[in-house]
């Protein structure tokens, strides 16, 4: 047996732990930070965690296999709205999973094991996650699609409409629902009924990862688009929904998939072959999370307190876009920087190449991805200045065509 490689970004959370540097700044993992740069648990999940412990009916008994049903019911609701034809008629219902992770996973061991599906296409870059995934998941056709213009710094439209239109036909292709990980670019609407089109014509089958709804514009609804537009074009597909960001629910593993059919016999046989998956794998979900989310999504004033919190997130990250740029350009750092407020979400893909990404850790202890993608979290008005700073020295002293 050998030493397997460690994984990135946890690496870096060690190696920051670790660094002495007064000035040090953590850009590498993907969880929201104060402007103090502390972790926050959003006061209506504190109020609702409260409320539950106080809850005497309460109690600690299995969950069936599928999960707790007013949690999926919920969930499924939030992302494709409560007036969307499939939701009403049933064709579409949840799947409470281990986060968004897990419900990549159960979704792709139906796909791959119970439909025989041989081939996925991811995007690329994409979540580092993704790919080991689907390999364990048994699938031994994982293709890429262009999506990263490095040149341009956006969105490849014309590589990713020319590999899919080569995809296989039944190939399932991985879509970033919003706040694309790592790249923070997301297509236009326009964009996603050409991609919508061509899948179509192709017969290929979406498969959504959505971790960001709320959180990427601080608008539940505007995060949701490209996911109900499918649903609406007649798509039957699948989408991995995750409640660590916007709840902030990162170590409770609260997600649920979302699955959409076309006619009203599917669900019940979809169920079934679900519920064998779960079984031989976990056997039934936690319950603190799905509690939580659940509790705040029935009520409508805690609702109301909920999407307040995600605007508060939403609207940090938008205004350390703003700050970082600015001192960027001020700074007169080579380069075009109107990326870094064009994406949105957690993620940016700053543009830095690997060699200048290890500089800025081993010179100004500013822990960051090779890829160059840095977690907009962890900015803070105290630090911006620091880090733009230090993207300046790099660049000049480590040349690249940005």
């Known amino acids: 047996m050998e030493m397997a490689a460690p994984i990135e970004v946890f690496q870096l959370n060690k190696q920051f732990a670790e660094d002495n540097f007064e000035k040090k700044v953590s850009l590498g993992v993907g969880a929201y930070r104060t402007e ?40 499924t609701k939030l992302l494709l709205g409560g007036h969307c034809p499939a939701f009403i008629e049933q064709r579409a219902f949840g799947v409470q999973s281990l986060s968004g992770t897990g419900a990549l996973r159960i979704g792709c061991e139906f796909l791959k094991n119970v439909l025989k599906y041989e081939t996925i296409y991811v995007s690329k870059p994409t979540w580092g996650n993704h790919h080991l995934l689907f390999k364990n998941t048994g699938f031994k056709n994982i293709r890429e699609y262009r999506y990263w213009n490095q040149e341009e710094l956006c969105l490849d439209i014309k590589g990713l409409m020319e590999d899919l239109s080569n995809a296989p036909e039944n190939s399932i292709i991985l879509l970033h629902a919003c706040a694309h990980n790592p790249t923070g670019c997301d297509p236009t609407q326009d964009q996603w009924k050409q991609i919508a089109d061509l899948m179509e014509e192709k017969k290929l089958f979406p498969f959504f990862d959505s971790a960001y709804q709320g959180f990427a514009s601080g608008d539940l609804e505007k995060d949701a688009w490209a996911v109900r537009y499918f649903v609406q074009r007649g798509f039957e597909l699948f989408c991995a929904q995750s409640f660590a960001k916007n709840f ?56 109301d307190e909920w999407k307040q919190n995600v605007i508060t997130m939403s609207g940090r990250v938008q205004e350390m876009r703003k700050l970082l740029r600015a001192a960027l350009e001020n700074l007169g750092t080579p380069g075009d920087w109107e990326h870094i407020t064009t994406q949105i979400g957690m993620f940016s893909y700053t543009g830095l190449n690997e060699r200048q990404s290890q500089y800025m850790i081993d010179k100004h202890h500013i822990y960051m991805l090779r890829s160059g993608r840095i977690s907009m979290c962890g900015l803070t008005k105290s630090n911006v200045e620091y880090v733009a700073n230090a993207i300046y020295d790099t660049v000049k002293t480590i040349p690249n065509k940005l």
């Open 36 to 75: 103090e740069g502390l972790p926050w648990v959003l006061p209506v999940v504190r109020l609702a965690e409260k409320n539950l412990t106080a809850d005497d009916t309460l109690n600690k008994e299995y969950f069936p296999v599928l999960g707790l049903e007013k949690f999926s019911f919920l969930a």
């Open 248 to 303: 902030g629910l990162y170590n409770e593993r609260v997600g649920n998939l979302t699955i959409v059919s076309n006619n009203t016999n599917k669900p019940a046989l979809i169920k079934s072959q679900m519920a064998l998956i779960v079984r031989g794998m976990y056997s039934n979900p936690p319950g603190h999370g799905a509690k939580i989310v659940s509790y705040i999504l029935s009520n409508p004033d805690l609702c």
